[in-house]
């Protein structure tokens, strides 16, 4: 089944960028999907389609995908956006059609 | 306002099955794929299965075929799933979530989550 790899932890200080990456077998090939999760929280979608913001998610928050790897961008970074964040794609040619990554733990310092 | 109301936790014993149910309002319910996701104590999170309603048509992660059943009532706008053969590793957070584009999009609207504790 596909595999999304992202690291662990990202550290940042309040107003600086944030860049959170979900690596996968030519992922630019397909869509990208991107949740933050607040302790004790559902997640909550922040980016669809590779860079698409639901309404309400504000515009601090942006999404790219080529190649082998996919980046969720946080622009001027606040203590409220400290969370865990989520990869994840549909790969419907195998036995495992949802895929999330293992999850980045983003850390405002 | 679409809203995704789940049911209330569980406490199992191993060996027994669990059905929790995730009810929609404000949306049309059979147009949108619902999926099932859990999350284990401090663990990410894990895809499970989904159902289109309006096809009554379900599939699953390979990890879960046999164990676990999606199914959805489209007069009441409910999704359920039921998880048998339940051991300790199953103690997670499960979510309902519904796709935004109907089949494969972003999962823009979640149910609050169903703790289900497996114990004997």
């Known amino acids: 089944s596909y595999v999304l790899t992202q690291p662990p932890s990202v550290s940042v200080a309040p107003g600086q960028t944030a860049r959170i990456t979900c690596g996968g077998n030519n992922i630019g090939s397909k869509s990208v999907h991107w949740y933050q999760q607040k302790p004790g929280q559902a997640p909550v979608l922040v980016v669809y389609d590779d860079s698409d913001r639901p309404s309400g998610i504000p515009e601090r928050f942006s999404g790219s995908n080529s190649g082998n790897t996919a980046t969720l961008t946080i622009s001027r970074v606040e203590a409220g956006d400290e969370a865990d964040y989520y990869c994840q794609v549909w790969d419907s040619s195998s036995d495992h059609p949802g895929v999330f990554g293992g999850g980045t733990k983003l850390t405002v310092l | 306002q679409v809203q995704l109301v789940q049911s209330g936790a569980e406490v199992k014993k191993p060996g027994s099955s669990v059905k929790v149910s995730c009810k929609a309002s404000g949306g049309t319910f059979s147009s949108y794929t619902i999926s099932w996701v859990r999350q284990a104590p401090g663990q990410g999170l894990e895809w499970m299965g989904r159902?289109?309603?309006?096809?009554?048509?379900?599939n699953y992660a390979q990890k879960f075929q046999g164990r676990v059943t999606i199914t959805a009532d489209k007069s009441t706008s409910t999704a359920y799933m039921e998880l048998s053969s339940l051991r300790s590793e199953d103690t997670a957070v499960y979510y309902c979530a519904r796709d935004g584009s109907g089949y494969e999009g972003g999962l823009d609207y979640w149910g609050q989550g169903t703790l289900v504790t497996v114990s004997s």
């Open positions: 159902i289109i309603p309006i096809l009554g048509i379900a």
